[in-house]
């Protein structure tokens, strides 16, 4: 049986060192750093708690970078959203609205954007339940936009993922998939009033973490994705990668870790 669970998602940048700063200043931390022929890289997170966030700055894109309107929003949760709202303005975020209780769930919101123009929600629980992290903030899900959500569910559960959540609000229709207990999380969000197609814009990949790469990709193909690349063996790490299409087109690597 093969097992899968979310790993990052990635998102390209004009500025790879004022993102990772604006990260860091929200209390994350710069666990990666890599270069690739194609671009520079950087990973920020809780390590131990929550998703990860990639950050790429291409080496030959042109500029400027337009943020598109595939990737909706990322949330990073916190003990004291007040706080790390206010973090996040002297870190030079652009405010969208500061924090306010909502109604509807037992949580205070605040969104901004971050130095590219992303959007970001940070989020505090009232209360959190057990076990979430007691001091530093951590990243939630990642939002993107799809054209048609069950389709895309499905999709993510061939790739042997759970969707755990599944919520109306008034613009969308969102739902969450991930590995309950493992990996990073991902939220789908059909809005109710799109009417162009999506814009990959700022949008990369995100990765798909498994233990049978050939297996998983195989899987995916044969139910009539698209493949993007066949599984292959890297030789500057240990790992074996493929990529695929989801039915919006995002690309999905698939990545399988070996011991040596």
Not at 50 to 76: I, M
Not at 141 to 151: G, P, R
Not at 229 to 238: K, Q, Y
């Amino acid at each position: 049986m093969t097992t899968t669970w979310l790993g990052q998602l990635c998102l390209n940048v004009t500025d790879l060192e004022a993102s990772v700063d604006f990260y860091r200043a929200l209390g994350l931390e710069c666990t990666s750093r890599t270069e690739i022929p194609q671009a520079f890289e950087a990973i920020v997170e809780r390590p131990g708690a929550g998703s990860k966030l990639q950050l790429a700055q291409q080496k030959a894109r042109e500029l400027p970078l337009e943020p598109g309107n595939a990737f909706w929003k990322l949330y990073v949760n916190t003990r004291d959203v007040a706080a790390l709202f206010e973090r996040a303005q002297q870190a030079g975020a652009t405010v969208e609205s500061a924090p306010q209780r909502m109604e509807r769930w037992p949580v205070t919101v605040a969104f901004v954007r971050d130095p590219e123009g992303h959007l970001v929600e940070l989020v505090e629980r009232h209360p959190w339940a057990d076990g979430v992290p007691s001091d530093a903030p951590w990243l939630g899900q990642f939002c993107l936009n799809v054209s048609d959500i069950d389709t895309t569910v499905t999709f993510y559960e061939l790739l042997g993922l759970t969707c755990t959540s599944r919520t109306e609000i008034r613009q969308a229709f969102e739902a969450i998939v991930e590995q309950p207990g493992r990996g990073s999380k991902l939220q789908l969000a059909q809005q109710r009033d799109r009417a162009e197609p999506l814009d990959m814009g700022s949008m990369w990949k995100l990765y798909v973490n498994t233990d049978d790469c050939a297996a998983l990709h195989r899987r995916a193909v044969d139910a009539g994705h698209a493949s993007l690349m066949a599984p292959t063996r890297l030789d500057r790490w240990p790992v074996t990668v493929a990529f695929v299409a989801d039915p919006d087109g995002y690309q999905v690597e698939l990545v399988e870790r070996h011991a040596t």
